[in-house]
């Protein structure tokens, strides 16, 4: 009899778990905040007078693109020069044709030195003279090498004084100008926007049911409206003591720019269990926490 009525308290235990708010798959819709996938503050590597800035704010950029010239009127100098040098070929061919001429004269003095007609003293002048000519040769092609290692470095100067972007987004600010110096301060803040980072801040209760690759839909507030469908690809795996929270970043793909960063929004998981979203509010609101 006790055994009966044990089973039937571990049955009602069991029902009542399974009929919970908080069982696995009821995930909540849930606030969240559109951001810039990476905000980049681009300088100089060098020190120098800008010469021109080739944006402005609010231009799109393209990864590689030439945003800031510094003046390099002496870098551009140095690398004709180093050029020039490079192709100075006047030196090697002298010394060429000196060891060519000593092996020729090497050659008939053998054949004189084997006939007895020189001693061995005037012979071995004419070997000393052709080994010169050779090491003569060999140091006009290090000579040579060190030119184009001139050059190469010359080059790499000049390219450092042209600043690029790296990466593909739009000009969020500027704040140099042409005639302003180039130092460790940021000339242009740049942002990507393709893809954006939607980020999420989650109640403890539900940790351990967001996955990484899990999908879901995010619904951005006005101006702009419509479903969005990004994925989970960073999940915090320690919670925030003090809130009792911990964060999601989830990737929205943003190809044509329709979303700026910034915009608030709220976010359905979709739960592989329940192969559905849910749609209550959740207490723990995004804008209460930041």
Known sequence: M??????????????????????????PEMDCLIEPYMVVDVNSSVVGKIETIAVEKSDLVEKGQTLVELESDVERATVELARARVDMDAELRTHKTSYAFAKRKLSRFDGLYRDEVVPL????????????????IRQAKENHRLAELEYERAVVQLEQRTVRSPITGVVVDRYKAPGEFAQDEPILRLAQLDPLNVEVIVPASFFGQIQTGMQANVTPEAPKDGNYTAK??????????????????????????????GLRCSVS?????????????SPNRLAAQR
């Open 269 to 281: 998981f979709q739960t592989n269990g329940a192969g559905m979203q849910t749609s209550a509010k």
């Open 121 to 136: 003293h005037k012979k071995d002048e004419v070997e000393t003279e052709t080994n010169l000519a050779a090491l003569q």
């Open 2 to 27: 006790n055994k009966q009525k044990l089973l039937s308290a571990l049955t009602v235990l069991l029902l009542t778990l399974l009929a919970s708010p908080a069982s696995v798959g009821e995930i």
């Open 232 to 261: 989970v690809t960073i999940v915090d795996r320690v919670v925030d003591a003090s809130s009792g929270t911990f964060g999601v970043r989830l990737e929205l793909p943003n190809p044509d720019y329709k979303l700026p960063g």
